[in-house]
Antibody, heavy 122, light 113 residues
Framework: QVQLVQSGAEVKKPGSSVKVSCKAS????????INWVRQAPGQGLEWMGG????????NYAQKFQGRVTITTDESTSTAYMQLSSLTSADTAVYYC???????????????WGQGTLVTVSS | DIVMTQSPDSLAVSLGERATINCKSS????????????LAWYQQKAGQPPKLLIY???TRESGVPDRFSGSGSGTDFTLTISSLQAEDVAVYYC?????????FGQGTRLEIK
């Protein structure tokens, strides 16, 4: 069974960038999309975007367009989410999650990483 | 964007009693090509990532207890826990996968009365 293992917590300065990784353990991404969802402290879930690795197609939420970049390295079965121009409003837990269906970014999300806390503070 | 609205925001139910959470989408999430509703339900316990409970509105994910059930079609959906257990205390979210951007409901906090 595939597990998604994310990189560790980060502390960043306002205006900087962060890159979070998500590695598939026990398998590969295959034809499933990998999505990124964030959760600010005490708040709900917010979709940022997703990628279908096998065709390298991305889809970003308009809110994050121009500020987020999602990539994959299929040789290591790792997905990355880079967010730039950080502000305190970006302090959140960032999750990667696999889409249930094949070749489809928007679907139910059946496997989730453990989450990565990104703290933006001067 | 499809707006997902859950009700209630919070709910307190006695152990062994039924819990019902509603979710309404601003447009239909039914795909006519396969007659599937792209509506999922998640459970999130404190300090954990969300866990998929139900997809296609009513299909239980493998390993999910059968006290959890989903129903509805089009724009109106319900998650029912038939007999509340202590381990069901969590926040529950609905989510549409009909179109990008993926959108979630605001969450319903379920507690023991």
């Amino acid at each position: 069974q595939v597990q998604l293992v994310q990189s560790g917590a980060e502390v960043k300065k306002p205006g900087s960038s962060v890159k979070v990784s998500c590695k598939a353990s026990g398998g590969t991404f295959s034809s499933h999309a990998i999505n990124w969802v964030r959760q600010a402290p005490g708040q709900g879930l917010e979709w940022m975007g997703g990628i279908i690795p096998i065709v390298d197609t991305t889809n970003y939420a308009q809110k994050f367009q121009g500020r987020v970049t999602i990539t994959t390295d299929e040789s290591t079965s790792t997905a990355y989410m880079q967010l730039s121009s950080l502000t305190s409003a970006d302090t959140a837990v960032y999750y990667c999650a696999r889409a249930w269906g094949l070749l489809r970014v928007h679907d139910s999300l059946d496997i989730w990483g453990q989450g990565t806390l990104v703290t933006v503070s001067s | 964007d499809i707006v997902m609205t859950q009700s209630p925001d919070s709910l307190a139910v006695s152990l062994g009693e039924r819990a019902t959470i509603n979710c309404k989408s601003s447009q239909s999430v039914l795909y006519s090509s396969n007659n599937k509703n792209y509506l999922a339900w998640y459970q999130q316990k404190a300090g954990q990532p969300p866990k998929l409970l139900i997809y296609w509105a009513s299909t239980r994910e493998s390993g999910v207890p059968d006290r959890f059930s989903g129903s509805g079609s089009g724009t109106d959906f319900t998650l029912t826990i038939s007999s509340l257990q202590a381990e069901d205390v969590a926040v529950y979210y609905c989510q549409q996968g009909w179109s990008a951007p993926i959108t979630f409901g605001q969450g319903t906090r379920l507690e023991i009365k």
